[in-house]
């Protein structure tokens, strides 16, 4: 093996970053003058600075001679010349060539140590005001700090995206606290992997058996149950699989417990004669759900006068005459505080929820209505004719400052002023986002929930929808005919035989619904290639970006990082007129569709006809890709009518979205839908799945693949087991 060598020099062009691992190629102009390619990890480069690496030589295949880098030292630019190239490459937000040649001349070789110290100073120069500089400094402080916490957090093989998280949180005592308590990492928000996160607290030298990571080790399996839907765990399970976890005997686990639940970061309680361990804010959760439903369930209203001559308006307003299951569901709307509605596709739901509306109106009260998602919102919106948001934004979503954890505005001291809320797409709805609605909705105020518990459960915590319905605790109205006009469709009729357990009709070839039978995953990929490109475009008259592809399944050949790969090369190729950027193992392209898949409360949108700014972009928020601009580093998404800047750092958050996961589809409608169906792990190919993916559909439904997996999914009625408390809590079976 080569000796290692030393190089020092400034970096003259940065060719490549990743920002999820730090992973960099720059060009590198050493003392010499010589210009080489320099490979590693070297988080956050900036044109200007000055590094000394230690690495070796390589000779790369396509790229020919480089030097991999396996230890550098950042030495800030020195001279004039070597600032203002750095400052030039827009490493500081607000600061452009224009303004650095400004700021270089004004404060020579001192630049730096002004905008770090003293960045007030900065007003001093023509065209930077007072707040302008105080936004440099802060921008330039974060700069330097973040860069110092990722190349810690690089030599320790943390992720790079980590430290950015920890930044926010931590600020500049991140690298002090974690030597403190290197667990710190393991906080809600940080995402960060145990395995990764318990070696780094090892290397510091925290032993086996150390209470932090025992206590560590047991918030983790608590958390990490979450993502599985459960809202607690049976304390033998949550001691054994801790103690497997971390090696160490279950008296060690449960002493860990004791103390855990002793500083109440724990909540002990029992179920049906079991006993449980919930986190606190699950405990709480679930506790408080119970008792607002129950007291809201046992609430009635006097009917109101003229009740049987509202309805028939209703009935003329829809242009239909109610069935009786129909009419009772109105009915109920207006006698209770609390209704559970609920049915397949084609049972009527949007035609009650209508009729609601109208009664409600007439009534007088005032009425909001929300969905999961923006995307379930704004089909709420067209069916009834009425403004519906998300959730999150009725509540008015928002980042507590003092925590960096979201929080809503709307609560109990500050809640909602309406007289009626009702909320679509319930199945969707974790026990921790009910909990937050409960919360903001006012005591004595009627609450409409309307949802499928056949379709997918959340993706959060819980299966509240579901523990209701199966409560037999609170008044519900469940429709179960489908009537005449939706038995036209065979999507509709296809949706009910599969929730039956029955296989769908596959042969006819007349309606809405059809299959396209392919023997390999290519023949799969490529007939749906084609079917987004040319055919269903050409012949059927629905435009590529009417016509959403999904999948069970993100790996393999009918997957979706396989699939928007090649959908993105046939809709939306590459070209000299649209810029690109790569993120790991994406590439944004400027036309793309994208998908938001985590909640950012912190990100700004504003309005596309400048009317509002605000916050949030939430998970499952599908848009395009408007713009991107390699200078500022961003990219430019538009929502529906909202506007988003993304910093490329903020990529991650980001993914191609012609094809996606069913999961991910939740609570949209679209007007195509192809699935694709060829195997995969027999945990993603269930009924449920290939039920919400049929319901998603609105006009054309095609399902490209194997007879035999559609099979399965009909065969397969299994559903991971959730651990979840609120039925038993409506039925009293706790203690």
């Known amino acids: 093996m080569e000796e290692l060598e030393i190089l020092n020099g400034t970096v003259g062009a940065v060719v490549f970053q990743n920002y999820e691992n730090g992973y960099a190629v720059l060009r590198l102009r050493c003392q010499d003058g010589q210009m080489v390619t320099v490979v590693g990890t070297i988080p956050l480069p900036a044109v200007g600075e000055r590094l000394m690496v230690t690495g070796r030589w390589s000779a790369h295949q396509s790229y020919g001679k480089q030097f991999e880098a396996e230890f550098l030292e950042r030495l800030m630019p020195q001279t004039k010349a070597e600032i203002l190239g750095y400052l030039s490459s827009r490493i500081v937000k607000g600061i452009g060539p224009k303004s650095a040649a400004r700021i270089v001349e004004h404060f020579g070789e001192q630049t730096l140590q002004i905008m770090e110290r003293e ?431 999904l999948t069970p399944t993100r790996k393999g050949g009918v997957g979706t990082w396989e699939l928007n790969k090649l959908l993105q090369a046939k809709l939306n190729p590459a070209s000299p007129t649209k810029k690109e950027r790569q993120f790991g193992q994406s590439t944004f392209r400027e036309g793309d569709r994208v998908m938001q898949i985590r909640n950012d409360y912190d990100i700004m949108w504003k309005a596309c006809d400048g009317s509002a700014v605000g916050t949030g972009v939430f998970n499952g928020d599908v848009g395009t890709v408007k713009g991107i601009d390699t200078g500022m580093e961003q990219m430019t998404v538009v929502f529906d009518d909202r506007e988003v800047e993304y910093d490329f750092e903020l990529l991650s958050e980001l993914e191609p979205a012609y094809a996606m996961t069913v999961h991910k589809s939740q609570g949209s409608e679209y007007r195509a839908v192809i699935l694709a169906a060829f195997g995969g792990s027999p945990y993603l190919l269930n009924r449920s799945v290939l039920y919400t993916a049929i319901t998603r559909a609105r006009e054309l439904l095609i399902v490209v693949g194997q007879e035999q997996t559609v099979a399965t999914m009909v065969a397969n009625a299994k559903v991971g087991r959730r651990y979840t408390g609120l039925k038993l809590r409506l039925q009293g079976k706790t203690s």
């Open 119 to 549: 960045p007030a100073r900065l007003a001093e120069v023509s065209g930077i005001s007072a707040n302008r500089a105080k936004i440099i400094g802060e921008e330039f402080r974060l700069r330097v700090g973040l860069r110092q916490l990722m190349e810690f957090f690089a030599l320790h093989q943390l992720p790079a995206e980590l430290a950015v998280r920890a930044y926010k949180l931590y600020g500049e005592q991140t690298m002090e606290l974690l030597y403190d308590d290197p667990y710190l990492l393991m906080d809600e928000g940080m995402d960060a992997p145990f395995g990764a996160v318990d070696r780094f607290a090892i290397e510091l030298g925290v032993s086996g058996d150390d209470p932090r990571r025992v206590e560590a080790g047991l918030l983790f399996e608590l958390h990490y149950n979450l993502t599985a839907g459960h809202s607690f765990l049976p304390e033998d399970k949550l001691l054994g699989a801790t103690s497997q976890l971390l090696t160490v005997e279950p008296s060690v686990v449960a002493e860990g417990l004791g103390r855990l639940l002793e500083a109440d970061r724990l909540v002990r309680a029992s179920l049906a004669g079991i006993t449980v361990i919930y986190l606190p804010e699950l405990h709480q959760a679930e506790s408080y759900c119970a008792r607002r439903l129950l007291e809201a369930s046992n609430m009635s209203f006097p009917a109101p006068k003229g009740l049987e001559k509202m309805l028939r308006l209703a009935e003329r307003e829809s242009g239909i005459e109610y069935a009786p299951q129909q009419a009772d569901a109105v009915r109920a709307a207006a006698e209770g505080a609390l209704l559970l509605i609920t049915g397949g596709p084609g049972t009527g739901k949007t035609t009650i929820l209508k009729g609601i509306l109208s009664l409600f109106e007439q009534m007088g009260l005032k009425c909001v209505l929300a969905a999961p998602t923006g995307r379930a919102a704004k089909r709420l919106s067209e069916v009834t004719g009425q403004d519906a948001s998300t959730i999150h934004r009725l509540l008015e979503a928002t980042v507590d400052q003092s925590t960096g954890r979201m929080c809503f505005l709307k609560d109990e001291e500050d809640p909602l002023k309406a007289d009626a809320v009702i909320v679509d797409e319930m199945s969707m709805v974790d026990i921790q986002l009910l909990h937050s609605l409960m919360q903001a909705v006012p005591v004595g105020k009627r609450l409409i929930l309307v949802g499928d518990p056949d379709q997918l459960p959340p993706v959060g915590p819980g299966f509240p929808f579901n523990d209701m319905l199966r409560s037999e605790a609170l008044r519900a109205v469940r429709l179960t005919e489908v009537f005449r006009q939706a038995q036209q469709s065979l999507i509709v009729m296809n949706a009910h035989r599969v929730n039956k357990g029955q296989m769908p009709e596959l042969r006819d070839r007349r309606n809405d619904f059809f299959f396209l039978p392919c023997r390999t995953e290519q023949e799969v990929s490529q007939t749906i290639t084609d079917l987004c490109e040319r055919r269903l475009p050409q012949n059927m008259g629905i435009p590529s970006d009417q016509i959403q592809v």
